[in-house]
């Protein structure tokens, strides 16, 4: 739908009203899944260099049955 000069006014009140209808995180909701993100991009961090690590080995040794 394209949007027309003349509704601009009209399109502000509603952004406006939308608006009003969003429910803000509290400070905790925020601190607590800003906490869980981190934590758990760590776990995921540490588990895929475990897994690297562990296919490099592997590469490793498998490279040095070849020469």
């Known amino acids: 739908m394209a949007l027309k000069i003349g ?3 009209q399109f502000i009140n ?3 009203v939308e ?5 803000w995180p ?3 909701q925020t601190m607590m899944t800003t906490l869980m993100v981190i934590i758990m991009t760590t776990i995921l ?7 690297d690590h562990i296919f490099s080995l592997i590469v490793k040794m498998l490279l040095s049955l070849a020469a």
């Open 14 to 16: 509603q952004v406006k």
């Open 7 to 9: 509704n601009i006014p």
């Open 26 to 28: 509290t400070g905790r």
């Open 45 to 51: 961090g540490v588990f895929f260099f475990g897994i």
């Open 19 to 23: 608006t009003a209808k969003v429910v």
